[in-house]
């Protein structure tokens, strides 16, 4: 029985890694770090820390602290997100659903626990949730479990009684490594990629899934 759903933050409810990227280029720019494009592959699943060190150790600077560029970053992304951050498709009406069908809410993200009620403040549904956690609240951030562990011990939820949403591979093996069954929602141009089997399911948009919620049997089994 689906007691809980997590639902990872960006990316899947909000259409954010545009503001991350660029973010990472304005402000590393600006402390004079090259940025290259096949690089910023590597960075879209880091940590923002992991980000800062990556560069730092790439191209060091010696004008501001790891952590003062790594503030600015998020400052920035948070500038973004206020001012200009939209829903992913069908954010609003599943989480009517799911608070309707009386089922727990939670949230799992690597962004930094600033950033969180930037984005439930900006596409108002900070309400639906009952518990969100960050990577900068546990040890390590996805793909390690870690932070999903904690969101379901916030949420006074066992991890099978769960279902998690994730648009990234990194993602999806968190929710794995922490028993909860994931649902794949990749970007479009990655939908069909291979990488994704690793997840029972895998949707389109999250506007899908209420169609599923609706049969009478519906399983993740």
């Known amino acids: 029985m689906m007691q809980a759903v ?15 990227k660029q973010a990472e280029f304005d402000v590393f720019s600006s402390v004079g770090v090259e940025i290259t494009a096949d690089l910023t592959v590597l960075t879209a699943a880091m940590t923002t820390r992991e980000v800062t060190e990556f560069w ?24 973004l997100i206020e001012t200009q951050g939209q829903a ?17 809410i939670g949230l799992a993200t690597n962004s930094p626990k600033d950033i969180i009620p930037s984005v439930l403040q900006r596409l108002n549904i900070a309400d639906y949730f009952m518990a969100y956690s960050s990577a900068d ?23 099978h009684q769960c279902i998690a949403f994730e648009d990234s591979l990194g993602g999806i093996k968190a929710a794995l ?38 049969k009478p049997r519906f399983t993740m089994e």
């Open 88 to 104: 992913m498709h069908g954010v609003h009406d599943l989480l009517d659903s799911l608070q309707q069908a009386k089922v727990k």
């Open 177 to 214: 490594a922490a028993g909860i069954k994931a649902i794949a929602v990749p970007h479009t141009d990655e939908f069909d990629h291979e990488k994704f089997d690793i997840a029972p399911l895998k949707l389109k948009t999250l506007a899908d899934f209420i169609q599923l919620l609706e």
């Open 56 to 79: 730092y150790a790439k191209q060091p600077w010696y004008d501001a602290s790891l952590e003062e560029v790594e503030d600015r970053v998020v400052e920035r992304v948070k500038y």
């Open 6 to 20: 997590i639902f990872d933050m960006d990316g899947l409810l909000i259409d954010s890694e545009p503001f991350w």
């Open 137 to 159: 609240e546990v040890s390590q951030g996805k793909p390690a479990p870690d932070v999903y562990q904690l969101t379901l011990e916030k949420l006074g939820i066992e991890a």
